[in-house]
């Protein structure tokens, strides 16, 4: 992880959204990221995305709140 960008290891092709925001530190649970996910309060590529468990790849972008993250 690296600012608002989250490096996959080799051996990972994708992460899931919820997890990916949690892991950057933009929800404390699982809990909440999922609730804000299925009220429509995020964005996956300039789209409303309201599936949490949205597989998010190399180059794909989530934005919440003003805020930009990135998967790399």
């Not at 809990?31 to 309060?41: R, V, W």
């Not at 590529?45 to 919440?64: F, I, L, P, Q, W």
């Amino acid at each position: 992880m690296i600012g608002n960008k989250l490096s996959l290891s080799p051996d990972e092709e994708y992460i899931r959204l919820d997890n990916m925001l949690k892991m950057l530190g933009v929800f404390e649970t699982g809990g909440q990221a999922k609730l804000e996910i299925q009220n429509g309060s995020v964005k996956v590529n300039g789209t409303v995305c309201t599936m949490r468990g949205k597989k998010m790849r190399k180059g794909d972008k989530a934005e919440y709140n003003g805020m930009t993250f990135e998967v790399c």
